[in-house]
């Protein structure tokens, strides 16, 4: 048990279309951060949600949005999807005052089609 | 902007050889974590230093972080078949951004 629960497991989308991805942080954490893992490479970082804020965000378009809720659950959405968006998505919470490493979830792996 | 490069991209080892990894950025590190994704699972935190030269072992497992602080290196004794899949290291390039290398696949003769 991760601790840190996504939905759904797997997903097919058709290009063009929108998705929403879901995460419940580890208990006790109020920090989740998203990446985005292509096959064969390392996360990369697309934003990181705190407090229900955007706090930095990576080199990704504006067509991946995420949201935090008042209980630290965090969504992504992706608009307009591409077959290059196709991969992983992981989400990762961490405590802001204990900064001492992420716990990721299982993922959501995206297929665009 | 920051960079975090890992060589080597993969390792093939004999049961029981053992196995290293090296991590090194482009800029000075607060601090390096590594992590380890088993083959179809998610990354799994190991280890977190911070301290300039300092070495940390878990097992069969020793890390250091360099007295830059810009490299790492994550070193196993006596490989098992337990140990296969792909490490990576990661380092803050500010309080809300952490940045992944590209990892190590390590894999295993029995």
């Known amino acids: 048990d991760a601790g840190v629960t996504q939905s759904p497991t797997h997903l097919i989308k058709t290009r063009g279309q929108q998705v929403t991805l879901r995460c419940s942080p580890k208990?006790?954490?109020?920090?989740v951060s998203w990446y985005q893992q292509a096959l064969g490479q390392g996360p990369q970082f697309i934003f990181q949600y705190y407090e229900e804020e955007e706090r930095q965000r990576g080199n990704f378009p504006d067509r991946f949005s995420g949201h935090q809720f008042p209980n630290y659950s965090s969504e992504l959405n992706v608009n307009a999807l591409l077959l290059g968006d196709s991969a992983l998505y992981l989400c990762a919470s961490s405590s802001r005052q204990g900064s001492y490493g992420y716990t990721f979830g299982s993922g959501t792996r995206l297929t665009v089609v | 902007g920051q960079q975090v490069m890992q060589i080597p991209q993969y390792q093939h080892v004999q049961e029981g050889e053992d196995f290293t990894t090296y991590c090194n950025s482009s800029?000075?590190?607060?601090?390096i974590q590594w992590y380890k994704q088993r083959p179809g699972g998610h990354p799994v935190f190991l280890i977190q230093?911070?301290?300039?030269?300092e070495v940390k072992k878990q097992k069969r497992l020793t890390f250091q972080f360099g007295e830059a602080k810009k490299n790492s290196s994550l070193h196993i004794t006596a490989t098992q078949t337990t140990d296969v899949g792909t490490y990576f290291c990661?380092?803050?390039?500010?309080?809300?951004?952490?940045?992944f290398g590209s990892g190590t696949r390590l894999s295993i003769r029995p």
């Open positions: 230093l911070v301290k300039s030269g």
């Open positions: 800029t000075t590190l607060s601090n």
């Open positions: 208990s006790g954490h109020d920090t």
């Open positions: 990661a380092g803050p390039s500010s309080a809300s951004k952490i940045i």
